[in-house]
């Protein structure tokens, strides 16, 4: 079997519609960078029964988009979008080792199908932040859709684990989607204003938690 070419995509010129397309792309749950594998420790709550209804759900993701990992993907895209290395940076917040696990994996796997499939190349071992950051901005992506892409994208992941996993209903899943619209909106807007100072986040039971899943003998999720 021949090599495939990748696709040349247009840079320079695009219009909204192709910028969509190109976002409900990289941020699919059948875009193959494995995002449906991690519970970002979100199993091991469930499993103590930490997360349980629709607005137990709804608190864990504001926390995490306000105060936590997610707000501190978002800045990290920010900066990487405008030009800063800050690899080593996004590795250090890793809060566990399964934490540096999941972004070094979805990072690898955005990597390879960019430079496979769309002519774009990067170093190997790249935090999954700091790639879609320096990728938006070199396919010339607006910064706020891809804020919101992503911010969208982690979100629905976990409501997803959430409706396998506790399980809920998919209406109630649905309901943690739609409730976090103005959530995320409003999250992109304040990125906007945000430094490397405010990297940080006080969701500590995220985090202890992620600590925890490492130790769980019978799993579905890898982190």
Wanted: proline share 3%; hydrophobic share 35%; with cysteine.
């Amino acid at each position: 079997m021949g090599l495939v070419e990748p696709i040349v995509i247009n840079i320079k010129n695009r219009d909204l519609k192709e910028t969509l397309q190109i976002l409900q792309t990289w941020f699919s749950p059948l875009f193959p960078i494995g995002g449906y594998s991690f519970s970002h420790g979100l199993e091991a709550m469930i499993n103590d029964n930490l997360i349980k209804t629709e607005n137990d759900i709804l608190d864990h993701l504001n926390c995490l988009i306000k105060y936590g990992s997610f707000k501190n993907d978002s800045i990290l895209i920010k900066h990487s979008y405008n030009g800063e290395e800050l690899n080593d940076l996004a590795l250090s917040l890793c809060t566990s080792k399964e934490r540096g696990i999941e972004t070094l994996e979805m990072g690898n796997s955005f990597r390879k199908v960019l430079k496979d499939s769309w002519g774009y190349t990067a170093e190997e071992n790249i935090a999954y932040p700091i790639m879609i950051g320096k990728a938006a901005k070199y396919f010339n992506l607006p910064l706020d859709l891809t804020l919101i892409s992503f911010l969208q994208s982690v979100s629905t992941n976990l409501i997803n684990v959430c409706v396998k996993h506790i399980p809920v209903g998919q209406k109630v899943g649905q309901n943690c989607i739609v409730k976090t619209y103005k959530l995320i909106r409003d999250m992109q807007s304040q990125i906007e204003s945000y430094s490397l100072d405010d990297l940080g986040g006080i969701c500590f039971n995220n985090d202890l938690y992620s600590i925890r899943h490492e130790h769980i003998k019978t799993r579905i999720y890898k982190t």
